[in-house]
């Protein structure tokens, strides 16, 4: 499942320029990196989630649940 895609790929606000997401594997290095300087319940759950991702369905719940969570942290570029 590493490989599923993300469709439409997350566009991160990330320096020096926006990040883009576009498989589960890049979601979950991404919650990785952010678990580094933040130690936020809502980040390792959300980091749970993308890991125990085994199928189609819960890869979709998972990216969807990133998603939500990015745009109330108001981490979603353009």
Do not use: C, Q, S
Not at 2 to 11: G, S
Not at 18 to 24: C, Q
Not at 32 to 48: K, M, V
């Amino acid at each position: 499942m590493l490989d599923f895609p993300v469709a439409p790929p997350i566009i991160v606000k990330d320096t020096p320029r926006p990040r883009r997401i576009t498989t589960l594997n890049e979601a979950r290095v991404y919650v990785r990196e952010l678990l580094h300087g933040r130690r936020l319940p809502t980040w390792r759950d959300t980091l749970a989630r993308l890991d125990g991702a085994k199928t189609e369905e819960e890869a979709i719940e998972a990216i969807g649940a990133l998603r939500e969570v990015l745009i109330l942290e108001g981490m979603i570029a353009g």
